[in-house]
């Protein structure tokens, strides 16, 4: 377990923007490096549809990526786009040189598989670390390739608090393939160390589980799921869901766990920063794989 937890006074809000914000002026400092030898790292962000939400995403990265020094190119694609016209746009990125991130924003319009698309990027320009290889790497135990931006981004956070995570009881709530399954290797790994235990839809007990863990991370994307009664006192909670509802953004977490937690990330202003720096930092990592 942690080797001693907060005392039950409140919890610390944890600054990932702050944090973001510090990483962001690393990668900034590599890309003016590299930028050096006559190459400018440049990610392209394919995007189909008219997801409002979508759009602001996008518009965040490419704010990203201009402080980074990183270019940026956006491909708009209509609601109507089926797989075949996805991966085509996706094809010419991979074979044009001056490209070394490839990221296609989620949802895909209905009825496309984003697995394929995923699948359809090449590996070393796989920005947000889904392709198969990538993920299959991170199963073998190895931390220094193209890793999911979100996971990366909460284990950044963790680590930027000096929490020891060796021995400790993690609990991730949520199984899916592009954080909670990621996350849940990236604490297990051997230098992280964590004992961890995934709970989902279809897990029993599902709060006293949550309530065991020193470090608990919240990925269901199911607003203020997560209560005071799901925390163990003094405990770390990341919150990595985010839901519009009547009242603005709203996270998995109960703005009440405050009271009982040790540590929380809030939201917004927590995770999400984090994941962009990560994709701003895996930009520069893919480009100096390709060009060295």
């Known amino acids: 377990m942690l080797d001693d937890l907060r005392p039950c006074v409140g919890a610390e809000i944890v600054d990932g923007k702050s944090l973001a914000m510090s990483i962001q002026s690393e990668v900034a ?57 996805i991966i085509e746009v996706v094809e010419s990125l991979n074979s044009d040189p001056s490209v070394h991130g490839i990221l296609v924003q989620s949802p895909a319009p209905d009825g496309v598989d984003e697995l394929q698309i995923a699948s359809s990027i090449l590996p070393q320009k796989d920005v947000d670390g889904f392709h198969p290889i990538n993920l299959g790497r991170l199963v073998q135990g190895y931390s220094d390739g193209l890793l999911p931006c979100t996971p990366s981004g909460v284990m950044s956070i963790l680590e930027s608090t000096g929490v020891e995570l060796e021995g400790s009881r993690a609990v991730v709530l949520g199984r899916s393939r592009i954080v909670g399954m990621p996350m849940s290797l990236m604490l297990a790994q051997k230098g992280s160390d964590a004992t961890v235990t995934i709970v989902h839809s279809r897990t029993s007990e599902i709060e006293s589980i949550c309530r065991e863990a020193d470090i608990l991370v919240a990925a269901v994307g199911s607003a203020h799921m997560v209560g005071p009664g799901w925390v163990k006192p003094g405990a770390f909670v990341v919150d990595v869901g985010i839901s519009r509802t009547e009242g603005g953004l709203a996270g998995d977490v109960s703005p009440d766990v405050s009271e009982v937690a040790g540590w929380l990330t809030p939201v917004p202003g927590g995770v999400g920063p984090m994941t962009i720096a990560m994709l701003m930092k895996n930009t520069l990592a893919a480009a100096e794989m390709q060009v060295s």
């Not at 190459?39 to 995007?47: E, M, S």
Request: hydrophobic content about 35%; proline content about 4%; glycine content about 8%.
């Open 29 to 85: 400092e590599g890309v003016t490096e590299f930028t050096s030898r006559g190459v400018k790292p440049h990610l392209a962000v394919v995007i189909a549809g008219d997801d409002q939400a979508s759009h602001v995403y996008v518009r965040n990265k490419e704010r990203a990526c201009q402080k980074c020094g990183i270019m940026s190119t956006k491909i708009e694609m209509p609601t109507t786009a089926n797989l075949d016209e």
